[in-house]
């Protein structure tokens, strides 16, 4: 466990981690809040926020490159920016302008994808692509036809290839391929995610990787309990996943835990581990962290780093790594 406690400072946050060990959080200095960028051989790089934002939600790539959407001093309106080492932010233009732009992503190849205006009948699925703007929610109704409501972006890998989920609505009475779904957009064509289990339940996708690999949450449309699955569609693998250590409002250490492990049961039967007790390490190893009440687990890169943010007994935030051993 390494504490990115910043000496003098109020308190700090982990936000995100790439691949390459680069930590994005934001640290509060009196009233003045900033961001950083720190790994372990480089230290801390200390990034302002653009002129007459505030705090937002942000998303980093393994190259270093953040996309966000900040709020403005003086309103409500959420802005989308995108920032490198080089350039450091500017604004996609195009796609500001809206209160509600959520789900963001950012793959290696500096493609953002999200929501805009998410949870209604106009939800609407942007990809951002070397400059263009690519609005994929009226192809998706070209390909599957019928009332959607709720279109969620999800996620990109560095294919290119996007998951959503959408809300089916019921065509007629009687109709039972209703419900949330789970669809792929890849090589420019839209495919529904297992659709023969989405049809006997709702499905939802989570996360996917380089490989192919997902994860998905799967319900009872009339009630029960809501189970992750580790999905790979090429090879016909679809496995239960095992959730972590429980914590805050009992949810799981990561829904993003790719890449985790396959292992087998008792009985010999396959299912998807992520594994390590977060929880339990900070009590062991940061004693001075008051872990029950408000340790968050933030971000997890693909080799099982991870970050969060938990107050010390004296109630201020500190930033932390875990890392595997």
């Not at 929610?137 to 969620?152: D, V």
């Not at 239960?240 to 990561?254: A, F, M, R, T």
């Not at 933030?298 to 109630?315: H, P």
Request: one cysteine or more; glycine letters at 10%.
């Amino acid at each position: 466990m390494i504490d990115i406690g910043l000496s003098s400072i109020d308190s700090s946050e982990a936000i995100a981690i790439n691949d390459r060990g680069q930590v994005l959080g934001s640290f509060q200095e009196g009233a003045d809040r900033y961001l950083f960028l720190w790994d372990e051989n480089n230290g801390l790089k200390v990034i302002d926020y653009p002129p007459g934002t505030r705090s937002g939600y942000f998303k980093l790539n393994n190259n270093g490159q953040i996309a966000c959407v900040l709020w403005d001093n003086s309103s409500s309106i959420g802005r989308v920016f995108y920032w490198d080492v080089s350039s450091g932010f500017w604004e996609l233009k195009h796609l500001s302008g809206g209160r509600e732009f959520e789900n963001l992503s950012i793959n290696d190849n500096g493609q953002i994808l999200g929501t805009l205006n998410p949870g209604g009948r106009s939800s609407r699925i942007i990809l951002f692509d070397d400059g263009k703007k690519i609005d994929l929610t009226n192809l998706f109704y070209e390909q599957f036809p019928g009332k959607w409501g709720s279109l969620q972006a999800v996620s990109l890998n560095n294919h290119g290839h996007v998951i959503f989920n959408a809300y089916k609505e019921q065509k007629s009475p009687g109709d039972q391929n209703t419900g949330h779904k789970a669809f792929i957009w890849k090589n420019g064509i839209f495919s529904m995610i297992m659709p023969e289990i989405s049809f006997e339940t709702s499905m939802q996708c989570e996360c996917i990787d380089d490989n192919g690999n997902m994860i998905v949450s799967c319900f009872p449309k009339r009630g029960g309990e809501n189970r992750l699955f580790f999905v790979n569609e090429e090879k016909k693998e679809f496995f239960p996943c095992h959730w972590c250590e429980k914590i805050i409002n009992n949810q799981p250490i990561s829904v993003r835990c790719l890449p985790g492990e396959m292992k087998k049961d008792r009985k010999g039967n396959p299912y998807f581990s992520n594994g390590i007790e977060i929880k339990k390490l900070l009590q062991e190893e940061l004693p001075y962290y008051n872990v029950r009440n408000s340790a968050k687990i933030r971000d997890q890169n693909s080799s099982g780093y991870v970050i969060g943010l938990a107050e010390t007994m004296y109630s201020r935030g500190h930033a932390f790594l875990a890392v595997p051993d």
